[in-house]
Nanobody
Framework: QVQLVESGGGLVQPGGSLRLSCAGSGSIVGFYSMGWYRQAPGKQRELVAV???????EYADSWQGRFFISRDDAKNTAYLQMNSLKPEGTAIYLC???????????WGQGTQVTVSS
């Protein structure tokens, strides 16, 4: 059974940075893709960034240039470096992963990021 555990969220002031981590387990083949979604209060879940074996990193337009996704496949861990955070960055950030290109999505529980002075 795939498990994804996020960490690194918290309270940060506008203009600050945070680095989120997602540790994956339960897959003997590793993960074809690992990515990050966000869900702000009262809004739908939306893609932030995803990194897949064949396509590399991809970003939603809103976050490109300030957010950076990376992976350590030896550790089955994905990271999201978030820079120049703004109050609209406040959301629950959820890790997503697929074992293969055609596997169903697996989700973590999420980590809260609050951007406020």
């Amino acid at each position: 059974q795939v498990q994804l555990v996020e960490s690194g969220g918290g309270l940060v002031q506008p203009g600050g940075s945070l680095r989120l981590s997602c540790a994956g387990s339960g897959s003997i083949v590793g993960f074809y893709s690992m990515g990050w979604y966000r869900q702000a209060p009262g809004k739908q879940r939306e893609l932030v960034a995803v990194s897949s074996r064949d396509r590399g990193p991809e970003y939603a337009d809103s976050w490109q240039g300030r957010f950076f996704i990376s992976r350590d496949d030896a550790k089955n861990t994905a990271y999201l470096q978030m820079n120049s955070l703004k109050p609209e960055g406040t959301a629950i950030y959820l890790c997503n992963a697929r074992m293969t290109k055609y596997s169903r999505d697996s989700w973590g529980q999420g980590t809260q990021v609050t951007v406020s002075s």
